[in-house]
């Protein structure tokens, strides 16, 4: 008898957000990255879909109890084994696929709210992990300056270092030549004093697929879903290729090593961290190619699209929080793109965190606060706005006055500003450059975003624009 099964790795945090090493993150993301595909190898069985922790396929059994035995066993090894894994199965009935797809996430996801969390215990007089300083320990060589490894750390580290160039080779393909992966945040962010202020410092982004489970709800066949599946991991690994083609994306060295940690993509999500250089050309970049995917084809055209949460930080802010920010603040471009705008994306938000790792309270009600007397769109960015940021921030670094500006986007924030034309008489300063062309050009950016315009300019002085 033929079966549906989904699989799915849930509560990831476990498995890369519990330390900061770069290594360890990456193994413990890599382990779930296709884990549909790799199940689905070992049985001999046809997948249907895989992609960043979930898929579903077609296996033979007699009951759909030894299904789900049989494929949790496959999913089962030194890293997975730690993991929070998921199964569900069903009789296949032709001409069901929707409901029955349908019905396999509920299981999953009524599993999964049932799933255990694991308390550890306190230790005594036991080696604790250098990495997670959580799991009990045994000295491994691998690392000097952290020697004590739990099991789980020391194998998600090892597959991590084994495979940090797989993934970068299997996304470019045969131009990728000879390279090597960068070894750590430390050494993404360095810039070997080329950029000043934007030395050591890193973009977080994120990326969110709008609507994801409604456009999945849609795929009321088999083909339509694979369609669906396939389709977003295609345009994802497209936007990588035409990022990592460029020769700012790599090193100068011998050995060219690709600017960039890709965190997580497949599904509705991707994430991936480069330097802070690089970072409005990444977002922008990814709105580009977006632009150009043509609508999916099921019972109607689907537009795919996804909002984005960018942060510009040091390379020593503690990463997995920041991510959390990137996140909370994609979620804001979604909602906020929904019930401002009626609007259902590609809009992006960004922080800018220069001497503190957070917005110090909740997002929301931060945004809010910070935009109160913006007008317009505020906080959120079109790619529009953002292609005008970049190529209008060298003409106003020439004309616009920083330090007026830092006065201006001051008064601003508490409501008191000057109306348009004596704020842009104000800032444009400079007799070296057409200011005719760029007081328009702000008068052009204000008519979209408001007062926030000006914000945008003062946040992104160092960040859009850079010549590379």
């Known amino acids: 008898m033929t079966f549906l099964c989904a699989i799915e790795a849930v509560n990831l ?38 992609g960043s922790s ?63 969390s694991v308390v550890y215990p306190p230790l005594k007089g036991e080696l604790v992990c250098d990495i997670d300083r959580v799991r009990p320990a045994v000295p491994r060589n691998d690392l000097a300056e952290k020697r004590n490894q739990s099991d789980f750390t020391y194998a998600r580290r090892k597959q991590g270092r084994e495979k940090k160039t797989e993934l970068l080779q299997d996304l470019l393909g045969p131009q990728a030549g000879d390279f090597d992966a960068v070894e750590d945040l430390n050494e993404l962010a360095e810039d070997d004093g080329r950029f000043g202020n934007l030395g050591r410092k890193l973009a977080v982004l994120r990326f969110d697929g709008n609507n994801f489970g409604q456009v999945a709800e849609k795929c009321d066949t088999e083909a339509r879903y ?61 709105y580009q190619e977006a632009r150009k995917w043509p609508p999916l084809k099921l019972a109607k055209d689907e537009e795919l699209t996804y909002s984005a949460g960018m942060v510009f930080c040091h390379c020593n802010a503690p990463i997995h929080a920041v991510k959390q920010l990137a996140s909370e603040l994609a979620d804001q471009a979604k ?84 109306d348009l034309e004596k704020t842009i008489k104000l800032l444009v300063e400079s007799k070296n450059t057409d200011t005719t062309r760029v007081a328009g050009t702000l008068r052009e950016l204000h008519a979209v975003l408001g007062n926030a315009a000006f914000l945008h300019i003062l946040e992104l002085w160092d960040y859009a624009g850079v010549a590379v």
């Open 226 to 286: 694979r369609l669906f599946a396939k389709t977003t991991k295609e345009q994802q690994s497209g936007y990588f290729r035409t990022l990592l083609a460029r020769e700012e994306w790599k090193t100068a060295s011998r050995k060219r090593k690709p600017l960039i940690e890709i965190v997580v993509y497949g599904g509705d999500e991707v994430t991936l961290i480069t330097p802070a250089w690089l970072g409005w050309k990444a977002l922008t970049t990814f």
């Open 335 to 418: 909602d906020k793109a929904r019930e401002e705008l009626g609007a259902k994306g590609n809009f992006a938000a960004y922080q800018v965190l220069e001497s503190f790792d957070s917005v110090g309270q909740e997002l929301e009600g931060f945004l809010d606060q910070r935009y109160q007397h913006t007008g317009r769109r505020g906080a959120f960015l079109g790619l529009k706005e953002m292609e005008m940021l970049e190529r209008n921030m060298d003409d106003w670094h020439a004309t616009l006055s920083r330090r007026k500006l830092h006065a201006t986007v001051k008064n601003l924030m508490k409501g008191e500003g000057e």
């Open 13 to 50: 945090d476990n498995l890369f957000g519990d330390c900061q090493d770069l290594s360890t993150t990456r193994g413990g993301g890599l382990a779930v990255l296709d884990i549909a595909e790799e199940v689905a190898a070992k049985l001999e069985c046809k997948p249907i879909s895989s």
């Open 54 to 116: 979930k898929g579903l396929f077609e296996i033979e059994g007699a009951s759909a109890e030894e299904v789900e035995n049989k494929v949790r066993e496959k999913a089962s090894n030194e890293i997975l084994q730690h993991a929070t894994v998921m199964v569900a199965a069903c009789l296949k009935v032709e001409g069901a696929f929707a409901r029955q797809l349908a019905e396999l996430n509920g299981r999953i996801r009524w599993n999964q709210m049932q799933a255990p």
